[in-house]
C-alpha cells in the first residue's frame, strides 16, 4: 500500500488552484506556470519558460548561481558574480593579512590579474532538475521497516547522484514535501573563484550587530567575485592559466527607478523553512530547541567572550565565531518570542482540530488521510525520547564548539566508511565528498586556538555528564569514568588525557592522517582519534534515531501535506531545503506596530543620520563627504530626493537566500536581498503577509558606492554603466 | 532715550506681514486679526471676535481656564472642568488613602454630593486683558542704573495689580517680548475645586516613564474636576454649602470624526520658552546649565533612590518627587542633545552675524537697533559671573529639596517683608500672596522625610563648599565655619545644629510662626529660622543680579526682538509666560528618521499590543476584555477600523499647556494636549516644523473609556453625549 500512496498524493499537490496567499511562496521553476496569470497581472514581463525551460534547459536561472549558504547571479559575460558583503566574507578574510586589512579598507582589483584567489569558494550553476519520485519511490517495499526505508532512499538517491555524476556535474536529490515528491539537481560547480571587489566594512556591514534584523536598514551588502575554468572551459582548481567563466546568461541593470509598489521577484536557494512542521513540532521547537540552544550559545559567548581577553591575537582568531554566535542568538530569541508570542503552537492545533474534522466528514477522506497525524506524532515522540542527547551530540563534533575534535571525527569517520564500497557509505563520507573534507581540515588551521577549544570541550563534557538515563553519551561516560575521579576533576583529567596524546593540531599530521586507512589510523593511538572512535557508536545510534524518524516520516508528512492542500485547495510550495526558488512580491513598506509605518525606501542621507563616527556607524570619509557634496549622479531617486540605500518588499525568502538578484518584471536586476525583518524573524515556520519583508540593498546604492566611494570604474563598465564621478 | 524705544519697538511689532512659518507660533488673543485669513483658509469657522472679543470680553477663551501650570475647559454649564489625569493628579493624590487608592483604581462620583474638595487647586478664568505698556514704561527715567530700573517697572506692575484686583478679580501683569509689551491680564479665581471622575491610573498614566515623551502613544491621560462658587455665585473656600460655578461658555464635543490633515487649534497657558534667546545664552544653556541641573537631578535621584530603601512608606512619600526628577532628566537630557546635535548656539550666532550685517547695511538701522546685541551679550557676561551660586542657591529653599528650609525661608522672608508696605514688599510676599503661602506650608506635612531632607542638604552644602571664591554662599560658609570643623564633619555638625533646634516640623508650629512678627519671630531662636534669616542675604545678593540684568534687559531685548521683526518682516509672537494663546495648526504624522513615518493616529487595538500585564503596561481587565469583544460603539473611527487613542498636531505648545482643550473650525473639543515629542523636545528654544508636533488624547477615547471601562454614564450625559453601553 504504502509506494503508492506517494504517488497518489503527487496527484493531489499537482491538481490546484490558483494561489491564496498572495506574496507567500518558495515556488520550485516548475510550478511557475500555475500561477503564471497572477505573475502577468503583479508586473512579471517574463514567461515562465524564458525563467527556466525544462524542454532547452535554458533561462533566467543560469544566471543565478548557488554560492553554498549564499546565493548570486553573474552581471557580465566574464563570469562577474554579485553577491552580498557577507557572502563574500570568507574570500575577504581569507586574502586579508595585519598588512593588507581588506576587510576594514575593502578590495578592489586593479586588474584581472589581481584578482584574488578564494580556494574555499564554489561558484554553483544551476543546470536543471528532473522528476525523479517514481525512480526514488519504488525501493520502498511493503512490510519494511521505516529505518530500512530510509536506508533504501538513500541508497537509490546516491545511484542517482552517481550516475547523473558521470556527466561531470555535481547531482543531488531534493527532497519536497516531505517525501512526497523527490528531485534530481543538475549543477556546474566552478572551483575557481575569486574576489573582484569587496566595499569597506564600513559599508558593506554598516550598522553591524546592531542594525541585523533591524529596519530601516542602511547596508551596502554587496560585493564582487569572479568564477574562473581551466582554458578548456572546464571546472577546474585555482591556476594561474584559468580564464573567466562564460555564463550562458547573466543579468542586466535595471534602467527604471524603482518605486514603491514595483513587481520584484527572486531567484535563489533558500536553506531551510518548517511551514509544515505539525503543532507537536512546533510545541517541541518553543518548549525544547530553541530555549536550550539559546542557552548553550550563551554559555558559549561568555566562554569565547572570556578566552578573548587573553589577548588581541586571541580576540581576532574569535571574532567571526562570536559574530555569528551573536546573530544565531539574537534570531533564535526572536524566533522564540514570535512562536511564543504568537501562539503558533497553539494555533497549528487548532487548525489541526479543523483539518481532523475536515477528514472525519467524509469515509474517502478518513482512508486517505486518517492516520497520518497521530502517527507523526507518535513518531515524533519517539525520536523525543532522547533529545537532550541528541542535541547536545550534534555540538559536540563540529568546529564551532572544537576544531581537533571535528577533525578527529571526520578523519575517523572518513577512513572508517572507506571501508565500505561508495554507495554503501555514510552520505558525506563518499568518494565525491573527499576534496570538501579535506579542503575543512586545511581550513580550520587559521583560528585554531587550543585553550579556548579545551574550554569548551570541558562546558559539553560537563553537561554531557548531566544527561538523565537513557540518553546517557556512552562516549563521554567511558572517558570520565577511566579518569578514576568525578566531577570538573574528571573532565579535567580527561581533557589533560584527550590534549596530550593528539597530534591533530599539527596541519601536516591532521592532513597526513585523512589519508591513512582504518586499521593504521587507529594503530596510531593518537587520544582524540580514539574518543572520536568511541563517539562514533554514540553518533550511529543517533543516526538510527534520525533513520527510524526519516522512515517513518517519508510516507507519513506526504499524507499530512496532502491533506492540507486537499482541505484549502490552493497550490503548496515545499519547504526550502538549498534548491532554486522563485518568490514574486512587490516594494511594500508595513507597519510594525500601532502608529508606526516603515517606509520601503530608506535614503543615502539616513545613512549619514545614523553616523556616529564609531563602529558600526563609521562611515569612510569619502562617502560622508560625496553625501556632503550632494553628489548624487543619477542614482537619485526624484521622488525620494535623495540616492536610494534600502529597500523592502514581500517576497518570501530565508537563510540561502543572501546574495539573491532581486529583479524587476524584465528580470532586470534591481537589489541584493541580504536580510529579513526581526518583526517576521519566525517566518521560517510561518508568512505573515502583514509583517513578512526582505530587505535589499538598492542596485543605485551600490553604483553609487561604486563610482563616488570606491571609483570602481572599470568594474561599473563592465557590467553596463558609465560613471559620472570621472 | 529709553523709554521711547520700548514704544518705537512696539511699532516695529504690529507692522508685519502675514505669518511665514505656518504653524508655529504661541499667539496672543490679540494677535489673531494678523493672520486670521491664514487660519479661515486652513478650516477656521470661528471669527477672531468669537474667540476672544476685546470690547465685549467675551468669547470662547473664558471656556478655557488655567489651572495653575495646567490648562483646562468647561465642557458643562455647571462647571465641569476637562483636564489631563496629570493635571488632576494632586487632587486624586491628596485624596487617596491606603482604604480608598484613588490612583490605583480611579475615582468617579455617584454624585455631586460625593465630589471630592481639593482644597489646594485653583480653578482661573480667563477674564480678558490690556495694553498697560505705556503706564510701565512711563516709570522709566534717563539716567535710571538699570536695578532702579527693573524696580520701579516692579513697583509700577504692582500698582496695576492692586488697583485692578479691587474688582474682586485676581491681575497680574505679562511682560512681551522681553519687556516690549506690557499687558495687565484679569482672572476670576475659583477656589472651590472637586474631583469628579479620575480613570484608574493604568488608563490615565499607560505607558508611565517608558512611554514618556514617547509617540507612537496611548495615555488616556484625562481627568474631570468641578469648580463651585458660594451660593452667591462668588469665589469661595470649600464648603458643603457652594454650588457648581455657572461658566459664560463651555465647551461642545466634536460631532464630525477628526482626521489626518484637519484643522486644529489650541488655547491654552504655555509657561515658559526660549525662542528669541541670543547665541550667547544658549552656549550657556549647553555647556553650563543642563549638564549641571542633570547632574544635580541625577544625584538627587541617587539620594531619593536611596532613602526610599528604607521601607515602603518612605519609597511611597519619596514616589512622586522621584517622578518629577525621572521626568526632568528624561526633558533635560533630550534638550540637551538636541541644543547640542543641532547646534543651535552656533546656528544663532550665524543668524546673529546675518542680522548685524543687516543692520550695518544702513545707518537708520545701526543707529535704531546698532548696539543692542553686544549689549546684552555684556549684561549676560556679567550675570553669569555668580552662575554656579546662583544655580546652587536656587536649589536650596525649595520643598523639593528639603521642606523645612523651604518653611523656614517662607516664614522668615514673609514676616520679614511684612514690616514693609505692601506695594514696596518682594514679588510673591505681598497680602495677595498670603493664602497661598499658607497653603504650601500645609501642603508639606503629607510626604515630608526628615531623614532624607537631610541627606539632601548635606549634598547641596557639600556642594556649596567647593563653590569658587567670589560666588561663595555667606549662609552656608558661616554655619559651617561655626562648627568648628572642617570637609564632611563639619556639614554633619551644621545639620545637627539645624535640626536639633528646629520645631518646624510640627505642624502646628510652622503654621503659628508664619503668624508672628520679624522680631517676635527672630526671638524664638529656631535654628533653622536664625539660618534662613542669614541666607536671605545671599538671596538679596542674587536678586541685585538678576534685577540688574533685568533691568539692562528691558530695554535691550525688546529692541534686539524689534530688530529680528524688521529684518525678517514677518509677525512675532511673544514668549510663553503662562499667559493664554492660541496656537494652530493641523493633525499631522513625521518621520523621525530616514526610513519611518510616524502615523498622527494611534488606535486602540494598540494599547493592548503593548500591554505586558505589568506597570506600566498593565491595563484593567475590562478595558482588556472590552477590546476584545470588539466593542467600539460609536467611537470607532471608520478609516481607522479602531477607536482613536491618541493623535497628532503641529501646534506649537510647551509645559503649562498640558490639559488645554484640542478644538476643530468651530471651536468643538477634539482631544486635550498632554505632551511633546521626544524628537522636538527642544521645541522650548526652536520650533522644527518637521518635528515638532503636540500629543493628544482624543476625546473619542476619552469617551470610550467613559463608557466601556469606568461606565461614567451620569457624566458624559452632562457633556451631551448620550452612552452606548447601557
Redo the contacts between chains.
Keep these: 500500500m504504502r509506494p503508492c500512496l506517494i504517488i497518489v498524493l503527487i496527484g493531489a499537490l499537482a491538481a490546484v488552484a490558483a494561489p491564496s496567499f498572495a506574496d507567500e511562496g518558495m515556488w520550485l521553476l516548475d510550478q511557475i506556470p500555475e500561477f503564471e496569470p497572477t505573475l502577468k497581472a503583479m508586473g512579471m514581463q517574463l514567461s515562465s519558460r524564458e525563467i527556466w525551460d525544462p524542454k532547452t534547459n535554458t533561462g533566467l536561472a543560469s544566471a543565478t548561481p548557488w554560492l553554498g549558504g549564499c546565493s548570486s547571479s553573474f552581471v557580465s559575460p566574464d563570469g562577474l558574480v554579485i553577491t552580498n558583503h557577507h557572502c563574500a566574507f570568507g574570500a575577504i578574510q581569507m586574502n586579508s593579512t595585519p598588512e593588507h586589512d581588506y576587510i576594514t579598507d575593502g578590495f578592489l582589483a586593479a586588474s584581472r590579474k589581481e584578482e584574488l584567489p578564494y580556494k574555499a569558494g564554489r561558484v554553483t550553476v544551476f543546470k536543471g532538475y528532473e522528476d525523479v519520485t517514481q525512480a526514488v519511490a519504488s525501493v520502498i517495499k511493503p512490510g519494511m521497516e521505516p529505518e530500512a526505508r530510509a536506508k533504501a532512499i538513500e541508497l537509490r538517491e546516491k545511484e542517482l547522484v552517481a550516475a547523473c555524476e558521470k556527466s561531470g556535474l555535481r547531482c543531488r536529490v531534493g527532497e519536497m514535501f516531505g517525501g512526497g515528491k523527490f528531485y534530481l539537481f543538475r549543477q556546474l560547480e566552478l572551483r575557481d573563484v575569486r574576489l573582484v571587489y569587496a566595499p569597506p566594512r564600513s559599508i558593506g556591514e554598516y550598522g553591524g550587530e546592531v542594525d541585523n534584523w533591524v ?4 547596508t551596502g551588502d554587496y560585493s564582487f567575485l569572479r568564477a574562473y575554468v581551466g582554458p578548456d572551459g572546464k571546472p577546474a582548481d585555482y591556476s594561474p592559466d584559468n580564464v573567466p567563466f562564460k555564463p550562458e546568461r547573466w543579468l542586466s541593470l535595471a534602467k527604471e527607478p524603482l518605486k514603491d509598489g514595483d513587481f520584484a521577484f527572486i531567484l535563489g536557494y533558500p536553506g531551510k523553512t518548517m511551514r509544515y512542521r505539525i503543532a507537536a513540532a512546533v510545541a517541541g521547537d518553543t518548549g525544547f530547541y530553541y530555549p536550550q540552544r539559546i542557552e548553550l550559545l550563551k554559555d558559549l559567548i561568555a566562554i569565547a567572550e572570556n578566552e578573548g581577553k587573553r589577548g588581541k591575537d586571541v580576540e581576532i582568531k574569535l571574532a567571526s565565531q562570536l559574530k555569528g554566535f551573536y546573530n544565531s542568538v539574537k534570531n533564535n530569541e526572536g524566533m522564540l518570542e514570535g512562536l511564543t508570542s504568537s501562539d503558533l503552537a497553539g494555533r497549528k492545533r487548532a487548525e489541526e482540530a479543523k483539518l481532523n474534522a475536515w477528514i472525519d466528514a467524509e469515509p474517502a477522506r478518513t482512508a486517505r488521510f486518517g492516520n497520518a497525524l497521530p502517527e507523526m506524532e507518535k513518531a515524533l515522540a519517539a525520536k523525543n525520547a532522547t533529545r537532550q542527547r541528541d542535541f547536545l551530540l550534534g555540538w559536540m563534533p563540529i568546529s564551532r564548539s572544537s576544531s581537533l575534535l571535528a577533525a578527529a571525527v571526520i578523519i575517523e569517520r572518513w577512513s572508517f566508511e572507506r571501508t565500505k564500497p561508495d554507495l554503501e557509505r555514510k552520505a558525506g563520507y563518499q568518494a565525491r565528498d573527499e576534496r570538501t573534507l579535506r579542503q575543512r581540515l586545511f581550513n580550520m588551521q587559521r583560528n585554531l586556538d587550543l585553550p579556548h577549544e579545551r574550554k569548551v570541550l570541558a562546558y559539553l563534557f560537563g553537561r554531557a555528564a548531566t544527561l538523565p538515563v537513557g540518553q546517557r553519551i556512552t562516549a563521554v561516560d567511558d572517558a570520565l569514568g577511566a579518569t578514576g575521579k568525578t566531577g570538573d576533576e574528571a573532565v579535567t583529567a580527561m581533557l589533560d588525557k584527550l590534549y596530550a596524546g593528539t597530534g591533530l593540531a599539527d596541519e601536516k599530521t591532521r592532513l597526513a592522517m585523512f589519508e591513512m586507512d582504518h586499521k593504521a589510523l587507529l594503530a596510531k593511538d593518537d587520544t582524540m582519534i580514539a574518543f572520536a572512535a568511541a563517539l562514533r557508536r554514540d553518533t550511529v545510534a543517533e543516526e538510527h534515531v534520525t533513520d527510524t524518524y526519516n522512515g517513518e516520516m517519508v510516507t507519513l508528512a506526504p499524507r499530512y501535506i496532502g491533506a492540507l492542500a486537499a482541505w484549502k485547495s490552493a497550490p503548496l510550495y515545499p519547504d526550502a531545503n538549498s534548491s532554486l526558488r522563485l518568490t514574486y512580491g512587490s516594494v511594500k513598506g508595513y ?1 510594525p ?7 520601503p ?3 543615502h ?2 545613512v549619514v ?2 553616523e556616529t563616527g564609531k563602529e558600526p556607524f563609521a562611515s569612510p570619509q569619502r562617502l560622508l563627504a560625496a553625501e556632503k557634496a550632494g553628489a548624487d549622479g543619477t542614482y537619485g531617486d526624484q521622488k525620494l530626493g535623495d540616492v536610494p540605500a534600502c529597500f523592502l518588499t514581500d517576497n518570501d525568502i530565508t537563510g540561502g537566500n543572501s546574495g539573491s538578484p532581486v529583479m524587476n518584471g524584465k528580470g532586470e536586476l534591481i537589489g541584493l536581498a541580504f536580510d529579513g525583518n526581526y518583526e517576521a524573524i519566525d517566518s521560517d515556520f510561518q508568512f505573515n503577509p502583514a509583517l513578512s519583508r526582505t530587505i535589499s540593498v538598492d542596485i543605485r546604492y551600490v553604483l553609487w558606492c561604486m563610482d563616488y566611494v570606491d571609483k570602481a570604474h572599470a568594474l561599473m563598465r563592465e557590467i553596463g554603466v558609465e560613471p559620472q564621478n570621472k
Excluded: A, I, N
Design positions: 529596519w530601516p536598514r542602511h507597519s506596530r500601532d502608529g508606526v509605518y516603515y517606509k525606501f530608506t535614503t542621507h539616513g543620520e545614523k
